[in-house]
């Protein structure tokens, strides 16, 4: 009688010492939930520092890249007084330029519109300008004075934007009657054949000061 009393009593203790073993297994898992869950938390707060430090660094590098190229005693000069994208009462003329491309846009213009009507760089892909720019010794026939590499490295920042890539083991084009960008960018038009620089002020008749929005009568009311 008395056994069968102490086993009545150790079934209870074994209840309750069972359900504490489970309110710590919970815990615990609770716990862990936590750990990793502030684990992720903290490692996503640190990526969007370094996203956030990377791109003040970008910025602070750019700006240290103009003040070099410039020189600091022109830099506030060049922040406050740089050409803005040419402009036709007060409609842009080409591709809106950010800021830190319209001083290169006008050394572009500066270098290359005095001489013959400038072309956007869109017109031809990136490698013919850089080799352009680079061989200046032969550039049609005519040698030309190097450029200093300040202006050089401004002037290519803004043609390689605004300009597309070739394909690979595509030809180089140097005129634009080989270039398919033209052709891209004139799908409705008959282009002359050779097409030369001239031919583009017979429908833009602002295209030698680099206005290419320009259009003749025919060409504004086409559809």
Known sequence: M???????????????VA??????RSLFTLF???????????WGLAQARDVGSQSSLKSEQRSMKVETLVGSNNLA?????????PTNNGQA?????????QLGQQLYLDNCATCHLALPPGVLPSETWQNLLQETQQH??????????????????????????????????????ESRYLKALH?????????TLSS?????????????????????TSP
């Not at 359900?19 to 710590?24: D, L, T």
């Not at 000069?77 to 994208?85: N, T």
């Not at 799908?187 to 097409?195: D, E, K």
């Not at 002020?201 to 206005?211: D, L």
């Open 93 to 101: 003329t080409t591709d809106p330029v950010s800021g830190r491309l």
């Open 140 to 177: 049609y026939g005519t040698k030309l004075p190097r450029i200093i590499t300040p202006t050089l490295l401004l002037m290519w920042d803004y043609l390689r934007t605004y300009s597309r890539p070739q394909l690979e083991k595509e030809a180089v084009p140097y005129r634009v009657t």
């Open 200 to 220: 583009c002020v017979t429908c833009h008749p602002g295209a030698e000061k680099y206005n290419f929005r320009s259009l003749t009568a025919e060409w504004e």
């Open 2 to 16: 008395g056994r069968k009393v102490r086993s009545t009593q150790r079934q209870p203790l074994r209840k309750e």
């Open 32 to 42: 862990l939930l936590l750990l990793v869950w502030s684990l992720i938390l903290g």
């Open 187 to 195: 799908p409705r038009v008959n282009l002359p054949q050779p097409t």
């Open 77 to 85: 000069a060049f922040q406050s007084d740089i050409s803005q994208a």
């Open 19 to 24: 359900k504490g073993g489970k309110r710590k």
